[in-house]
């Protein structure tokens, strides 16, 4: 048994103790990214700190990381890094699970080069997942892990941390901003952008580490070896260990999407060498994504094998070449989206849309954890309008399965679509043209969000994350205002249409592009 002493760590929101205050200066972590999970003590007796890597799958640049670190460190323990993957989450597919693995063999080998003590679990049929977290912590004297606020994490965070008996916290290390900063969620862009210009400059840089090396590990790693069999496959023989599974959903990966770090860090430098200077004028252009000034880092977001701390750095270095200056930001007009950060008008773009469009998605679970959103986080005047229009009559009516077959009317939906299905990606403007879409042709609005999220989260290497949710439901009306002339099935939520696409844009090759996709799809199945 465990020898119980009180835990000397905060809590946010709760009193703070002078002890943990000194704690907290040691570490130098900004407290307020810190949440308990439980009111257990820290035991003692433990053999190690716990670093349960759920979301933040990398060892650069991870405020979850730096805090199981120090706090080895200053409690004279090991530190256990523990990464796992079930096999039974909502959506599970080949392709989310080979690009997970792919990430997690990266992770293997950083671990062993920087020698942590890094055990890894993979759950297939002859090795079950249940009971094996409990197992491990028997031996810890704190649990840590990433405070990730929807999809399966928040429900299998409280689920530990109320089994355990020692004391569990959550890091949240999703962006610049803590998101214990706020009082409430935004209900527009134009509001959190206020919020974040002004909070900013207290948190650039009070960066997660992103430099270490092997000698900060020496003493934390005590050699304990893990109850169980950890994950041993290598690269050449993932594609055969895939087979075995039996997934519930027949997805496939798509060949360019390679999970793991180090395909986020070379798709960061085409970005900002490359695509960069023409973010704010080419990216909403449909094009394919080699074409398009777009990162293509989401899926790299969210499964943490990139922080938006190190990107958000890797731009502003590219743009400021002379070094930056706090006092450069632009602080002439509140929510100035085009001059705060820099003097490049492109690189504000692309960091408005990873930090303000990001984490308004991330706020809004913040305040309101829990699985998913849906039509009921709408806003008033979004209600009004579905009463006013539900029973509208629709030009066309899809079902899931049509929709999912990429079988409307519509070409460049279908289009759409169709990139989605096949690459685990679907261009910006297009994904919002879709979404806005399937309200139009579904047969009720309850049905459009059910096709939406499912096709989202089923097929694309981002989905499943709190932006998934937040995107959906922006088609719905979600941090918009009410757009007039009123129209059809939509009222005042703002229209798309692909007509007026088509005019605005050359859309040719955006079509060209994916009918390409199809055709090498055919090849590899002649
Ligand atoms: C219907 C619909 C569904 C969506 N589903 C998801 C989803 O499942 N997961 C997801 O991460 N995003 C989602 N989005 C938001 C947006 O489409 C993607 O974040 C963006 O296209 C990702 O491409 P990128 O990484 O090349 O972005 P870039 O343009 O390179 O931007 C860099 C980063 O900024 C953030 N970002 C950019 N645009 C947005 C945006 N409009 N909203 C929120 N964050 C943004 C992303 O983290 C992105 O990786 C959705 C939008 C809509 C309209």
Request: proline share 4%; aromatic share 14%.
């Amino acid at each position: 048994m465990h020898k119980l002493t009180p835990l000397p760590l905060f809590s946010v929101g709760a009193r703070e103790s002078d002890q943990a205050d000194n704690l907290m200066n040691e570490m130098q972590i900004p407290k307020e990214r810190v949440r308990r999970l439980n009111s257990n003590p820290v035991a003692e007796s433990g053999k190690y700190v716990l670093y349960w890597m759920q979301t933040n799958r990398r060892f650069t640049s991870n405020h979850s990381l730096d805090y199981a670190v120090q706090l080895a460190r200053s409690q004279n323990k090991e530190l256990v890094v523990y990464e796992g993957l079930r096999k039974d989450y909502p959506w599970n597919s080949k392709r989310i699970h080979k690009f997970i693995l792919e990430g997690m063999i990266q992770n293997r080998e950083t671990a062993h080069s920087l020698g942590i003590n890094y055990w890894s679990f993979v759950e297939d049929d002859l090795h079950s997942a249940k009971g094996l977290l409990k197992k491990i912590t028997e031996q810890s004297s704190v649990v840590i892990t990433d405070d990730f606020p929807c999809f399966i994490v928040p429900e299998q965070s409280n689920k530990l941390a109320d089994k355990i008996n020692c004391a569990m916290l959550a890091v949240d290390g999703n962006s610049i901003i803590p998101f214990s900063q706020f009082e409430k969620f935004a209900s527009a862009a134009r509001i959190l952008r206020i919020w974040i210009h002004k909070k900013f400059p207290n948190y650039f840089l009070k960066f997660a580490n992103t430099n270490y090396k092997k000698e900060d590990f020496l003493a934390l790693n005590k050699g304990s070896i893990a109850p169980f069999d950890t994950f041993k496959i290598e690269s050449p023989e993932l594609e055969e260990y895939l087979d075995k599974f039996r997934f519930e959903n027949d997805v496939q990966p798509f060949k360019e999407m390679i999970g793991g770090r180090k395909k986020a860090l070379e798709l960061l430098e085409i970005f900002v060498i490359k695509k960069l200077n023409q973010y704010n004028i080419g990216r909403s252009n449909p094009n394919s994504f080699e074409e398009t000034p777009v990162s293509g880092l989401s899926p790299y977001l969210h499964f943490g094998f990139i922080s938006s701390e190190e990107i958000m750095m890797r731009v502003i270095r590219e743009v400021t070449p002379t070094g930056f200056d706090l006092e450069s930001l632009s602080h002439n007009k509140p929510g100035d989206r085009e001059n705060f950060y820099t003097r490049s008008v492109a690189a504000n773009h692309f960091l408005d849309e990873l930090i303000t469009w990001r984490d308004i998605g991330y706020l809004y679970f913040f305040k309101k954890p829990g699985f998913r959103m849906d039509l009921a986080d709408l806003p008033d005047w979004v209600n009004k309008n579905f009463s006013k229009h539900h029973l509208d009559s629709r030009e066309f009516i899809y079902s899931r399965n049509e929709f999912e077959e990429a079988k409307t009317h519509d070409e460049l939906w279908n289009a759409a679509q169709k990139e989605l299905k096949i690459t685990g990606r679907m261009h910006n403007y297009m994904r919002m043209l879709w979404g806005k879409k399937v309200i139009e042709w579904s047969k009720s609005y309850e049905d459009a969000f059910d096709t939406l999220e499912y096709l989202n989260n089923k097929y694309a290497y981002d989905g499943r994350n709190p932006n998934s949710y937040t995107g959906i439901l922006w088609c719905f009306g979600l941090f918009d205002r009410p757009w007039f002339p009123e129209r059809n099935v939509l009222g005042n939520i703002r229209y798309m249409s692909s007509d007026s696409t088509r005019k605005k844009f050359k859309i040719k090759s955006y079509l060209d592009y994916v009918t390409s996709l199809e055709t090498n799809l055919d090849r590899l199945f002649p």
